[in-house]
């Protein structure tokens, strides 16, 4: 099973950029699809964007669409989440995740089975 351990959450204002970042050991990184994740208080985690294995294909929910990147550097085992124009709605605690099965891509239909980080807060005051 893979570890993942998210950093650079924290208290921002809104309109601020801010860069998460998750390390993933256990497993050769550059086979997994990896995705983000947040949930914010009296709420349903909901995905934020996902990156296929291949680095072929980003994904973003519409509320993140055109202020947000996900990366990877596979030669790190790391991935990240750039996060700009922030929003007092983006307020949440962000995960990062990493499909179980190698090579399987993402779908926002129908989730694989993922490992998870501890999780890292988020707050943007307004």
């Known amino acids: 099973q893979a570890q993942l351990v998210e950093s650079g959450g924290g208290l921002v204002q809104a309109g601020d950029s801010l860069r998460l970042s998750c390390a993933v050991s256990g497993r050769t990184f550059s086979r997994y699809t990896v995705a983000w994740f947040r949930q914010a208080p009296g709420k349903e985690r909901e995905y934020v964007a996902a990156?296929?294995?291949?680095?072929?294909?980003?994904y973003y929910q519409d509320s993140v669409k055109g202020r947000s990147t996900i990366s990877r550097d596979n030669a790190k085992n790391t991935m990240f989440l750039q996060m700009s124009g922030l929003k007092p709605e983006d307020t949440a605690v962000y995960y990062c995740?990493?499909?179980?099965?190698?090579?399987?891509?993402?779908?926002?239909?129908?989730?694989?089975?993922?490992?998870w980080g501890q999780g890292t807060q988020v707050t943007v005051s307004s």
């Open positions: 995740a990493s499909y179980k099965n190698p090579f399987e891509l993402f779908s926002p239909l129908r989730l694989g089975s993922l490992d």
């Open positions: 990156l296929d294995w291949n680095g072929k294909r980003a």
